[in-house]
């Protein structure tokens, strides 16, 4: 399966009226998730809400897209 | 500095109060001539309630403030008939560019959605809005408009407002059934009547600068993150009519105000940003904080609470004045209804409910605007410049990036004077109870033109057909009739085909199918619509009692 890069945020029985809405909805939640959080704490989240992420995607042939994406320019 | 604009001064009378000693009694005074004020003014005024205005200045608003003018505000101020002159003076931008440090990391172009009247957004400098809005008032009979008078006391008891007011000449006393607050975020009506606003105080500064561009300047949006001739900071370049040029530097909170606003500081600034080459003179500079909070309860008994009086939010969206044209449009109708006895105080309330839950909106959008521009700590400016840094190549990134989210108006869709749809009718689209109406291009009597001048002021039915002449003869008698009621409403008959209808009812025809789209419409479909062209209600078939069921819901007297 090929990685989705479009916009892909939405919320079962939730309807937007705007369509920056979702992508909104979704970093402020995780920005929150990080209130109050040290930064080491901080990491600690990102790194377990990542292996949590890719578990549930579960597909390692997106998982590989997804690493090579994120270390482009980094 | 250089002066691209004349500020009016309009011109002070001595109240005849003041040498009479009586008390002026009247059903309704605004408190402020700012935006917010002059289109309360105006609405009540279009709705037939006589207005006393007062503001304590005798000109337009001062310097560089509200600049973005979103397409619903634009469609509210057609209707107090200055739509036009705020359209053809500003200016429009489709292009927006994206900077990340040194590099442009996208840009987009809004294109404007076909078919509607409005743009998305004009800009243009609030005196020029407050001076149309000024000139139309002062053309209207319904209208007293009062410069340099100071309301220096309120006093609230059962069914009146007893209002103190001081002029150069002196003072004198004022009684009216109804008070409307539009004086402005440190609101002396609220303090006065020791009412609490609730929220916070953002801790970050703002340095706004209107400069005038000596050459050819792109009439686009620009906003940087953290630029190299700012780092750590975001700027952000809106272009104004006149050549004007705004630019808002954010400067954290340690910056100290006096220093940041000397032109010895502020040039090199832009020149930076510019480029050395480009020529520009200085127009404004001001230092400002800015708050994010509301009231409670935008209706206190006998006095209303419009505009930044009533909430206050980040400038990220330009949220602040045009939720303010949208509180007049929601208030204006409910006030006139309860006044003329056709509908309770209650229905007050609801002016507070569905404009608190746009302010709640509001504030939600243009916070987290802030907090993406403004990260509160190093894990969310990471998130940030992430976003930022995956937005270049991918789409996704791009919806994550937040540099203000234009006011739309809110769908009010929670709101108690909704009829809900039947469980056995379904609708495609997103003209649901509550929802703002759509525009959509019509002919009327073979002349085009638009259907949100042709809807509104008063409640409306629109019923739709194919054919005119295949409306049956019932049909037409009781929609003809429903002007007949306590609370009038106007037949709109919308078809697809041309054809003959009696007089009394307003018709215009869908040549292009772009009406039945938007609302779904199929033969025999109904809307109900409010006076603020909401959607209070829809039938897939008209029944009179349904419908005056519906009305009777939308007006609190259900």
């Known amino acids: 399966m090929s990685i989705n890069l479009n916009p892909n945020f939405s919320e079962a029985g939730k309807r937007y009226f705007s369509a920056y809405s979702p992508a909104d909805d979704f970093y402020e939640l995780l920005i929150n998730t990080h209130r109050d959080l040290t930064d080491e704490q901080s990491e600690l989240l990102n790194a377990r809400l990542i292996l949590l992420l890719a578990n549930h995607i579960g597909d390692i042939g997106t998982l590989r897209e997804a690493l090579k994406l994120s270390r482009e320019g980094v | ?558």
């Open chain 2, 1 to 558: 500095m250089l002066k691209t604009y004349t500020y009016p001064r309009f011109e002070y009378t001595t109240p005849p109060e003041i040498a009479s000693g009586r008390t002026l009694k009247v059903p309704v005074v605004v408190v402020g001539a700012g935006p917010v004020g002059l289109a309360t003014a105006l609405d009540l005024e279009l709705q037939g309630v006589p207005v006393l205005l007062l503001d304590e200045d005798d000109t337009v608003s001062i310097g560089s403030r509200g600049v973005c003018y979103a397409k619903r505000a634009l469609e509210i101020l057609d209707r107090y008939g200055v739509g036009d002159a705020v359209c053809s003076k500003g200016v429009s931008w489709n292009v927006g560019r994206t900077f990340f440090r040194e590099q442009e990391v996208y840009n987009f172009n809004l294109v404007p959605e076909a078919d509607h009247h409005r743009p998305g957004m004009v800009n243009l400098q609030q005196y020029y809005l407050e001076e149309y809005l000024a000139a139309r008032a002062a053309s209207r009979p319904g209208i007293e408009l009062r410069w340099k008078n100071k309301v220096v006391s309120v006093m609230q008891s059962g069914k009146s407002v007893t209002l103190k007011v001081e002029t150069g000449d002196g003072f004198y006393t004022v009684e009216a059934d109804w008070l409307i607050a539009a004086d402005g975020a440190r609101s002396p009506v609220r303090r006065m009547l020791g009412l609490d606003v609730e929220g916070k105080i953002f801790m970050d500064r703002f340095l706004i600068a209107d400069v005038v561009m000596k050459a050819e300047f792109p009439a686009e949006r620009w906003f940087w993150f953290d630029p190299p001739f700012h780092p750590g900071q975001s700027v952000l370049l809106h272009k104004q009519t006149d050549n004007v040029f705004r630019i808002d530097f954010q400067l954290g909170w340690d910056a100290d105000p006096e220093q940041e606003k000397k032109p010895e500081n502020v040039l090199p600034r832009i020149k930076a940003m510019l480029g050395d080459e480009r020529e520009f003179e200085l127009e404004w500079v001001s230092v400002y904080t800015f708050q994010c909070r509301r009231m409670g309860s935008f209706n206190h008994g006998r006095v209303l609470f419009v505009g930044d009086a009533a909430h206050q939010v980040s400038p990220f969206g330009a949220r602040g004045a045009n939720s303010g044209l949208q509180d007049a449009d929601n208030l204006g109708w409910k006030l006139k209804l309860v006044i003329d006895g056709k509908a309770p105080e209650k229905l007050l309330d609801s002016y507070s409910e569905e404009r608190v839950f746009a302010a709640d909106e509001n504030l939600m959008n243009s916070t987290r605007s802030t907090d993406f521009i403004t990260p509160k700590s190093r894990v969310s400016r990471t998130f940030r410049n992430a976003a930022l840094s995956l937005a270049k190549n991918h789409a996704f990134g791009r919806a994550l990036v937040n540099s203000g989210r234009l006011s739309v108006p809110s769908f009010l869709t929670a709101s108690s004077l909704n009829t809900p749809d039947s469980e056995t009718e379904t609708f495609a689209g997103r003209m649901l109870p509550g929802a703002p109406l759509d525009d959509a291009p019509v002919l009327e009597n073979g002349e085009e033109g638009w259907l949100l001048s042709r809807v509104g002021g008063q409640f409306c039915v629109m019923y739709f057909a194919d054919d005119p002449a295949a409306i049956d003869a019932a049909t037409i008698a009781a929609l003809t009739g429903l002007s007949g009621g306590g609370i009038a409403v106007q037949p709109v008959v919308i078809s697809r085909r041309a054809g003959k209808l009696p007089g009394g009812i307003v018709h215009l025809e869908d040549r292009r199918g772009v009406f039945a789209k938007r609302y779904d419409a199929r033969p025999g479909t109904v809307y109900l619509v409010r006076p603020d062209q909401h959607v209070a209600a829809r039938w897939r078939s008209f029944d009179a009692d349904r419908l005056g069921a519906a009305v009777a819901r939308a007006t609190c007297n259900d």
